[in-house]
């Protein structure tokens, strides 16, 4: 046995106690959590969540049989590491603000956009009173093929979200289908209809005994839960009843729910509604996620008085400010129309424009790259007019598996990345993992600060074969001249020199005559205050500003209740950007910028004004991105951004920019 602090965000929630089940599959061994005076099998992820086990607890991990050994060791780690969170900065919801406006509900903004349409009600499932004295045997093979079925329906989620690298809907989708394989649910269940329960009423109050639990913990994630298991009742309810899972629903209906569930929002979207509102729920749940994924204009925690509207009723959802207006006149019907076709429009026009490269008004070019993080991702950012792969993240390339992958088949990966860019270049990151990225292959010792700790390329320090294994297979991609190579976490020139150095060697052994660019990445306030020095040896720079934000102003990146002052605009970053190019220029190196900053059109003009050459952004913002650039007066940014260096705060920064470069 051994003890662990938790350090996942808001404690073993669905998705790291799914983890925890998952390491524990691997093993022969029978394993236990223990908290509290409580003790639940790691093979139960109800029993897990139901441990209500939080952020920073210390708990009993136990293992019994032939492996514990190794059992332990990887139950440790999943315990020990902080999932990885996505790039998307999470909405915080306080409590619901107030609006006194006439006709308005006021709620909390999950996922914006303007859409107006019919109002639709949508109901759950009531059961009528059980008569009871049910034939055991045939309730048992009903709820059977119903969970089979249900099964069946999630496998084809889940294998669509992995094609479609939906990585959040790929891991709630994989939590389902742990909670629907779950022994607590299904004994629960089983044993009521060994006592003359329908298959129907045994499998409800299952989840909602469990649903009780879960509420009962009081923490506001593991209540969030909850609706999980609502969505598997329902979606298992239907089964045994046989409907057809289709909501009677026309194209474009504003749907309204006590509250959602994932299921029920992937279907909604297959079936084009046109935006959700909900009495509850949070902004930081599943439905809230894969809302934000969808591009679903998504407004939460609107109170009662959001259910007891007419159905029918016309509505104008303004999500990004969490309205829900009631009684639109004709003129604010036909002005919402209006903002969204000319939104339609502008958008249209620049996707027509995305091919080409893009230059400020006087003439300097900014190259408009991609992030991506698979060879299906750089084609996709191919079609979207990208000048080049900005960053491949060369960590995600290989996550989900137990194995590390060996050198050919890195080298035929990054290869179908080359491939995917036609003749653009393409920059690949070394492994960065450590901090709040973990594989399921490495599994890295417990560190008590993992984000200070060995990551990036301090991993490679410790583990120098994984590093030369990984710049073999670059240097065997073809043709080596469209490939860039690009170390993370660098904060001394040694790190730089060193790797270098390795490369040289490298590249004799395989009777290479040149080498491929090698970058480093400016993510620690170190590196860019020594970006002069870094740059007289590397042949370009890259600005992760998700971490650079982090290490500045001292906040974890994935802390919900600081994401919004998280800010990359904050002024002591603008100047560490304006060093970083100030010391590249001076040895005549390009900088780039590859973090979430150089997606947010707001931060364009900035960017290019401050010397940055390149703006790597995800694929679906470079139309928006060179359009912005092509708009811009490059001088006038230089003027104007020098002046934001002064100023107090991010949100002055944001102003600023509002005024100088009002973004329509
Ligand atoms: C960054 O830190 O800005 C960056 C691009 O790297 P990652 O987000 O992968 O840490
Ligand atoms: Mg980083």
Known sequence: SASVRITHRGGLHARPAALVRKTAQGFSSQSQLHFAGKSASCASLIGLMGLGIGEQDEVQVTCLGKDCDAALQALVAALSVTTHEHEQAPVIVTARPLNTEAGVLQGVCAAPGLVCGPLLRLHTIELPQDPGNHMREEQLQHLDSALEQVRGEIRNTLEHARQRKAVEEEEIFAAHLALLEDPTLLEAATAAIEHGSAATHAWRDAIQAQCAVLLGLGKPLFAERAND?????????????????????????????????????????????????????????????????????????????????????????????????????????????????????????????????????????????????????????????????????????????????????????????????????????????????????????????????????????????????????????????????????????????????????????????????????????????????????????????????????????????????????????????????????????????????????????????LGVRELSVSPPQIAEIKDRVRHLDAAQCRQLSQGLLDLSSARAVRQACQHHWPLS
């Open 229 to 609: 298991l609502r969505d598997l009742q329902q979606r298992v309810l239907r089964a045994l009843l046989g409907e057809a899972w289709q909501f009677q629903m026309p194209a474009g209906a504003i749907v309204v729910a006590h509250e959602l569930t994932p299921s029920d929002l992937l279907q909604l979207s297959a079936q084009n509604a046109a935006g959700i509102c909900m009495a509850e729920g949070g902004a930081t749940s599943h439905v809230a996620i894969l809302a934000r994924g969808k591009g679903m204009p998504c407004v939460v925690a609107l109170g009662s008085a959001v259910l007891e509207v007419p159905q029918g009723q016309r509505v104008v959802l303004d999500a990004g400010n969490g309205r829900l207006e009631l009684t639109p006149d004709d003129a604010r019907h036909a002005q919402v129309h209006q903002i969204r076709e000319a939104q339609q429009q502008r958008r249209q026009q620049q996707q027509a424009q995305a091919q080409a490269a893009a230059s400020t008004l006087d003439g300097v070019g900014i190259e408009v790259a991609a992030n991506v993080a698979s060879s299906s991702e750089a084609q996709i950012a191919l079609a979207n007019g990208a000048d080049g792969v900005g960053l491949l993240r060369t960590e995600f390339l290989f996550v989900d598996r137990r194995t590390a992958p060996d050198e050919q088949e890195q080298r035929q990966a990054y290869q179908a990345v080359l491939d995917a860019m036609g003749d653009k270049s393409v920059i690949i990151r070394t492994i960065d993992v450590g901090g709040d990225k973990q594989l399921d292959y490495l599994p890295l010792p417990a560190e008590a600060n993992p984000v200070l700790g060995l990551r990036g390329i301090r991993m490679a320090q410790v583990r120098p074969e994984l590093l030369d294994q990984q710049l073999r297979a670059l240097l065997q991609v073809c043709p080596l001249q469209r490939c860039r190579i690009l170390l993370p976490m660098v904060s001394e020139v040694d790190e730089l020199l060193h790797i270098r150095q390795r490369l040289d060697q490298l590249c004799a052994e395989l009777e290479l005559t040149q080498r491929p660019e090698l970058g480093v990445m400016i993510e620690v306030p170190a590196a860019a205050l020594m970006a002069e020095q870094l740059a007289e040896h590397a042949d370009f720079l890259s600005i992760g500003t998700n971490d650079l934000s982090q290490y500045t102003l001292a906040m974890d990146r994935d802390h919900a209740g600081l994401a919004a002052r998280v800010d990359a605009l904050h002024p002591a970053l603008l100047r560490l950007i304006a060093q970083t190019c100030i010391g590249a220029a001076k040895h005549g190196r390009w900088v780039g910028v590859c973090g979430a900053l150089a997606s947010d059109p707001l931060a364009t003009p900035v960017l290019v004004g």
